[in-house]
């Protein structure tokens, strides 16, 4: 023993002698970064992140054999769907932004599908009423909407893609037919899923189940309805999936269970290329796509933060996250009442996005919590997503986001197809008045955004995060991390994250308005000083006991001629290059 001591005396004692910030980084990580809990992903020619790794690695070997980050992204999101169907699928639907490196132009697609159009808002208000329901419920065949995610595929591969179908689906097509190990954190949330959603019509139990349960982490799970249908878009293109064999047995199956969808609403949908909107921040150039989603609050967000100096008030601090929560409370009110399809409401973009609305109001932040707010334009949550990126030699960046909203959707699979159908449809107002008003043939209100963000002309970083109503908070957060606080790019998604909830929503009625002060989640990196000082100012806190969503992105740098990949620490995920 006295051997022992006089062993660690002079530790202990070198020890005295350090700094307490050098000794923490010295012990936490060898890099002295105390934020992350992994370092960025390094690479030249490529990189692809998602949240499930043999799906990033579908996504490298495409780029491998010569396919463009555009093909990549194309088959590592129909790998996802097959390995995280707990988040998205074929059923669903998909936003995407792309740099396009040969005409040096970024493009933003709206793949999303639409209401039934033999199905009239009288007819729909009348269901409800014989049901009981004053709103369109999560998992009934009200909530189905067209899927849009296939065209959005085609659409992206017959713009910029360089290698036949066939090959992008190649893999996948293995993966489902021979199978593939069901990974941790997706294990968990299907094995939940699972008890409720094998009660519903159709096929869910036969192609979602083992044994009428959930796979097991590290369980080989196997789709080959999946993998034959995905053949049948690998030979005949999307026709299959719209105007083909598939359309027709969805058609057949939608009419023998009292559903809602017919063939002519998959045969007149199409995909829309649309305008990105922007705003710059301190000098980058954020992007969002617009119109039916929220991409917009994120940049609403900004524009307020923009007037305070973040940098100086510091990461994580007390009056840090006040400013944050009290610019997402107002954001999300002009969300709530402004954010629809264009094709039937005129979305107000150059009030929204002036910085002069953003001033007025900035002046409605003050030092307590605010209970009172609604939008300040004249009008004339919890959904599972996957987020993912890939990039390439040229330059191609792709920023790409797939859902089924709820899980797995609604649990309606049509017998052979292999895929759920998604439940976006409950994210329409009944209002009448309402921009985001249910009507046919019309695009429901969505939370699933792509964020694209750029500097002097050049792409910068393809980034999101999945997760509901947070991804706005989710966006601002990482973009926040790296330009105001200097953090690299896992940092950024690795830093304790916060959510607020009880706001408006879209699906309310026209004339509701913040109330009280909703809901504040903290992670558990946060100090107790500074929740109590938030309690102070009137913020209901909690630490934990909410969802914060999952982060990837690709960073570009053009100095070095290399790009940083990033994959959420806190599950599956994995970024990669080559």
Do not use: C
Request: proline letters at 4%.
């Amino acid at each position: 023993m006295k051997r022992f001591y006089t062993l660690l005396f002079p530790f202990l004692f070198t020890l005295i002698l350090i700094p307490v910030e050098t000794l923490q980084a010295q012990i936490d990580r060898e890099a002295g970064n105390l934020i992350s809990t992994r370092s960025e992903v390094i690479a030249q020619r490529g990189m692809v992140a998602t949240s499930q790794p043999l799906a990033t690695q579908v996504g490298l070997e495409i780029l491998r054999n010569g396919g463009n980050a555009i093909d990549a992204a194309i088959g590592a999101n129909a790998a996802m769907g097959l390995m995280e169907p707990t988040g998205n699928g074929i059923g669903g639907d998909l936003f995407a932004i792309i740099w396009h490196a040969e005409s040096q132009q970024l493009y933003a697609l709206n793949a999303s599908g639409r209401s039934p159009r033999g199905l009239s808002y009288e007819r729909l208000m009348k269901i409800l009423e014989e049901k009981g329901e004053n709103s369109i419920p999560a998992y009934d065949l009200l909530s189905v909407s067209v899927p849009g995610a296939v065209d959005g595929w085609f659409e992206m591969h017959e713009r910029f893609g360089s290698v036949d179908m066939s090959d992008i689906l190649s893999e996948p097509i293995w993966y489902a037919e021979n199978g593939f190990p069901v990974s941790e954190a997706i294990s968990a949330a299907w094995r939940r899923s699972v008890p409720f959603l094998k009660t519903q019509p159709g096929a869910f139990e036969e192609t979602f189940t083992i044994d009428g349960e959930g796979p097991e982490k590290g369980e080989v799970f196997r789709n080959p309805d999946l993998g034959n249908t995905f053949r049948l878009l690998a030979e005949q293109g999307r026709d299959a999936f719209y105007r083909g064999e598939i359309a027709r047995k969805i058609d057949i199956w939608m009419k023998e269970n009292n559903g809602y969808l017919r063939y002519e609403d998959f045969d007149k949908h199409e995909s829309e290329w649309v305008e990105p909107q922007t705003v710059n921040y301190r000098g980058y150039d954020v992007y969002q796509v617009g119109g039916n989603v929220q991409g917009t609050a994120v940049l609403q967000i900004l524009n307020i933060l923009e007037g305070f100096d973040l940098s100086e008030t510091g990461f994580g601090t007390t009056e840090t996250l006040h400013l944050m929560i009290e610019a997402k409370k107002l954001a999300f009110e002009d969300r709530a009442k402004h954010y629809a399809d264009p094709a039937f409401h005129d979305v107000p973009y150059d009030k929204l996005l002036s910085k002069e609305y953003a001033a007025e109001r900035r002046e409605l932040i003050g030092d307590r919590a605010r209970r009172d707010l609604t939008t300040g334009v004249e009008v004339l949550e919890d959904g599972d997503t996957i987020y993912m990126t890939t990039a390439d030699e040229e330059g191609n960046m792709v920023s790409l986001i797939q859902s089924n909203f709820r899980g797995m959707g609604t649990g309606f699979v049509v017998p052979g197809t292999g895929f759920s159908f998604q439940n976006r449809g409950e994210l329409f107002s009944l209002d009448p008045n309402h921009p985001n008003v249910y009507a046919p043939g019309k695009r429901p209100f969505h939370t699933i955004i792509p964020g694209f963000l750029m500097k002097d002309g050049k792409p910068i970083m393809a980034f999101g995060n999945m997760g509901g109503g947070y991804q706005p908070i989710g966006h601002v957060s990482i973009l926040t991390n790296i330009v105001d606080f200097g953090m690299n790019v896992q940092q950024a998604g690795d830093a304790f994250r916060w959510e607020h909830s009880g706001s408006t929503q879209p699906t309310d009625a026209l004339s509701d308005k913040l109330t009280d002060t909703g809901q504040v989640s903290i992670e558990s990196g946060v100090s107790f000083e500074v929740v109590q000082a938030l309690r102070q100012m009137g913020h209901d806190v909690q630490i934990g006991d909410s969802f914060f969503g999952r982060f990837q992105a690709i960073m570009r740098d053009h100095e070095k001629g290399v790009y940083f990949g990033a994959s959420e620490s806190r599950v599956d995920g994995q970024a990669a290059g080559y």
